[in-house]
């Protein structure tokens, strides 16, 4: 393969860079989280009596957990890799009671004191939202040593950790036959970082994003109050802090519905030549009553070789007509697609995906398919960053850049980002796939455009450190930037997904209509603003308006 930091054409690379959705866990306050280059760190916070006065009034707490107040950069860096942030310390809990007594503590020494705190799960964030300057951040997979209950019946479930990750989760769940409905690309990320954005993948058309398929949360919000919430039982804590950004409460326990697991997955790939054919198929293909149960797209511009790299994960329909096939140059759309099953029910799932394939407008050359288990296909960007970390290219800066496009603006979208903006490979994949909005709960935080589909847009790009090219960060943030203002002057009525914003009048048109809400509930349940600061949406000590 050529160097994976400057092409990514190798299939793996490719997959490890699906981690778009998790993601995952945007501004008003000064901005004292500061954007450095990844082999640099804050300098400790200055000890003064003040924070002396804090360390102290934390140790006095009793804890089934501990706090640590030195070496604690890791809880500075994030996987985006372009802020970092200290924090004064940072809190191991080994039971809810740690988290709720340390927030009552802060809340009780009230706007006087700047202390903040963060949730941090497995550090997935892209802009240190997870960070707080000299803060107090809680190490969220402390928490998750609870065991996780599996309730099996007509409407099974399982009980667990707001920090227990979701590898773990299907793992746990397998045993009993079950899995949860709706996933992220990655899932080495924890409960409570998802819940708290959305969670999607290519599941997300036929059941929703993750925080739609939840029936109940444990949250401490930043009152340090425990609260069990529902839509039964104080429904407007619970929609609030599904897809909240971490605003209104901290998730320490989700209730996650499950369904019957299948053991084996038809995987396929297929290319297009004209956006048009693309979206059409995909459009299609989610509001079929018996499509395939994943399905998501890339946009791929001027890549060599793409089918014979393919060729280490997937099997070509027609090998020599696939030999053929010639990417360079070319802007190509790529369909992804797969079909759940279990052995005794192959041949039944194999005339159904045939049919559905005959029914799909692609270049029949490019027919890519496997069957691979139900595990490797869910966890299947993971094996991609283990080969990552072991050649030192997994902590870069990962600049990348979510959004959600209305259909009726996306062929504009497309013709201006891919004919103008964009006339050669990112170094990273660009998803692009619709959902179906109908499968959405509104009733939650989530902010998303005024159309029944949009399509998600994800740029997962890697930056070359030190590069001063098109794969350095300035350049890729640049190439960002441009996106969003063109988004801007056409009012394409674009959303982002995993928002970051530096002023609240940015937070303010992003959430529209929904704003007031937000911050009634910030007001009610936060009031002090002591939750979450790396979102930059509040700021502790300033009157929420």
């Known amino acids: 393969m050529g160097s994976p930091m400057y092409g990514f054409h190798n299939q793996n690379n490719i ?17 004292r989280t500061t954007n450095l280059p990844s082999n640099q760190l804050l300098a400790t916070p200055t000890s003064s009596p003040h924070s002396l006065n804090l360390t102290s009034a934390l140790e006095k707490l009793s804890l ?3 706090f640590t107040f030195k070496n604690n ?3 500075a860096k994030d996987f985006g890799n372009t802020f970092q942030s200290l924090p004064l310390a940072v809190l191991h809990p080994k039971s809810v009671s740690d988290i709720s007594s340390t927030i009552k503590l802060i809340f ?6 700047e202390l903040t705190v963060a949730a941090r799960g497995h550090g997935h964030s892209l802009q240190g939202q997870a960070q707080t300057h000299g803060g107090l951040v809680i190490n969220m997979e402390s928490l998750k040593a609870q065991q996780m209950q599996v309730h099996i019946g007509e409407q099974p479930y399982v009980d667990v950790s707001g920090g227990e990750l979701w590898i773990n989760i299907l793992h ?3 045993k009993h036959g079950l899995s949860p409905k709706s996933w992220t690309d990655y899932l080495h990320l924890t409960v409570g970082g998802t819940l708290s954005y959305a969670g999607i993948s290519g599941q997300a058309f036929r059941h929703g994003p993750q925080i739609n398929n939840v029936y109940q949360l444990e949250v401490v919000t930043g009152q340090g109050e425990v609260i069990t919430c529902s839509e039964n039982n104080s ?19 989700a209730r996650i519905s499950l369904e019957p697991a299948p053991k084996m997955v038809k995987w396929m790939r297929v290319l297009y030549s004209d956006f048009s054919s693309f979206s059409k198929d995909q459009e299609f293909l989610i509001s079929s009553e018996n499509s395939f149960d994943y399905i998501e797209g890339f946009v791929i511009i001027n890549r060599t070789g793409l089918l014979n790299n393919w060729r280490s994960s997937f099997n070509p329909k027609d090998p020599m007509q696939a030999s053929k096939f010639n990417s360079d140059g070319r802007t190509l759309y790529c369909l992804e697609m797969a079909k759940y099953f279990n052995p005794n029910e192959t041949d039944v799932m194999d005339q159904r995906t045939e049919s559905l394939l005959l029914l799909l407008h692609y270049i029949p050359s490019t027919l890519f398919l496997s069957e691979v288990s139900y595990v490797e296909f869910l966890d299947r960007v993971h094996l991609s960053e283990i080969k990552l970390r072991t050649k030192g290219l997994w902590e870069v800066p990962h600049p990348w850049m979510n959004l959600l496009i209305p259909k009726s603006k996306i062929y504009d979208f497309a013709d201006e980002i891919f004919g103008n903006i964009l006339t050669d490979n990112i170094n990273g994949p660009i998803l692009m796939y619709p959902v179906n909005k109908t499968k959405w709960n509104n009733n939650t935080s989530l902010v998303t455009p005024d159309e029944d589909v949009f399509y998600l847009v994800a740029f997962l790009s890697s930056a070359v450190p030190s590069s001063t090219g098109t794969d350095g960060l300035d350049q890729i943030l640049t190439q960002n930037r441009r996106i969003l203002e063109y988004c801007d002057r056409a009012q394409l009525g674009i959303k982002q997904y995993l ?9 303010k048109a992003h959430f529209g209509p929904q704003w007031q809400a937000f911050i009634q509930r910030k007001s009610s349940y936060d009031p002090l603003a002591i939750l979450a600061p790396g979102q930059r949406i509040f700021q502790k000590a300033i009157p929420i308006l």
């Open 15 to 31: 997959l490890y860079l699906k981690l778009f959705f998790i993601l995952l866990f945007m501004g008003c306050i000064p901005d």
């Open 64 to 66: 089934d957990g501990y």
């Open 73 to 75: 950069h890791h809880a």
């Open 108 to 113: 009780e020494l009230g706007s006087a004191s």
């Open 172 to 174: 746990e769940t397998l």
């Open 235 to 253: 429904p407007d804590l619970f929609y609030g802090v599904l897809g909240g950004l971490g605003q209104f409460g901290i998730i320490t326990q």
């Open 499 to 507: 928002p970051y914003y530096r002023t609240q009048q940015e937070w």
